[in-house]
């Protein structure tokens, strides 16, 4: 998977997997954004959701309040 960093804002991004299936969220963890990115979703399941946020916004993993 490829993700062209552009309408994102920040200067790093924190980045998670989701199994949509069962809410579980794998964290990737926080990375500098550049123009492009390669994400590579993990083994066991076809249904993978990349999340992709501004890390400075502090927000939870997908599926937390």
């Given at each position: 998977?490829?993700?062209?960093?552009?309408?994102?804002t920040g200067?790093a991004?924190?980045a998670?997997w989701?199994?949509p299936?069962t809410g579980?969220?794998?964290?990737?963890?926080?990375?500098p954004?550049?123009p492009?990115m390669?994400?590579?979703p993990?083994?066991?399941g076809?249904d993978?959701?990349l999340?992709?946020?501004?890390?400075a916004?502090?927000?939870?993993a997908?599926?937390?309040?």
């Open positions: 998977w490829q993700y062209r960093g552009q309408p994102l200067a991004l924190a998670w989701c199994d299936r579980v969220a794998r964290s990737l963890g926080v990375m954004k550049t492009r390669t994400f590579t993990p083994q066991g076809p993978w959701v999340v992709l946020d501004d890390a916004c502090g927000f939870p997908p599926g937390r309040a």
